[in-house]
């Protein structure tokens, strides 16, 4: 069992950059690939990154390639999203989730989810 925590979400300015971080307990967190995703009012879950267990892979949805930067610190059991430049469009809940094997774009792939942040970005 793991469970999943996030932080950093909240309002900011188009252009402007955030950082969330995923807290993870449980069993042991290097053996999990992970990956954020988001969910917009109205829209489907999204993919939004994924990163393997040792970090040595990652993966980015075309949306947020050049923006977005996914990282883990397996001493620390965390993993983070920093999110720059970022869009009126980017605004959701961004959720953690970690899965065993590899990495995955797939949300119904990941076995463990936290409960999610709201980012918001105004124009």
């Known amino acids: 069992q793991v469970q999943l925590v996030e932080s950093g979400g909240g309002l900011v300015q188009a252009g402007a950059s955030l950082k969330l971080s995923c807290a993870a307990s449980?069993?042991?967190?290097?053996?999990?690939?992970m990956g954020w995703f988001r969910q917009a009012p109205g829209k489907e879950r999204e993919f939004v990154a994924a990163?393997?267990?040792?970090?040595?892979?990652?993966y980015y949805a075309n949306s947020v390639k050049g923006r977005f930067t996914i990282s883990r610190d397996n001493a620390k059991n965390t993993v983070c999203l920093q999110m720059n430049n970022l869009k009126p469009e980017d605004t959701a809940v961004y959720c953690c989730?970690?899965?065993?094997?590899?990495?995955?774009?797939?949300?119904?792939?990941?076995?463990?989810w936290g409960q999610g942040t709201q980012v918001t970005v105004s124009s």
């Open positions: 989730a970690a899965r065993t094997l590899t990495i995955n774009t797939i949300a119904d792939e990941y076995t463990y």
């Open positions: 449980g069993r042991s967190f290097s053996n999990y690939a």
């Open positions: 990163i393997s267990w040792s970090g040595g892979a990652t």
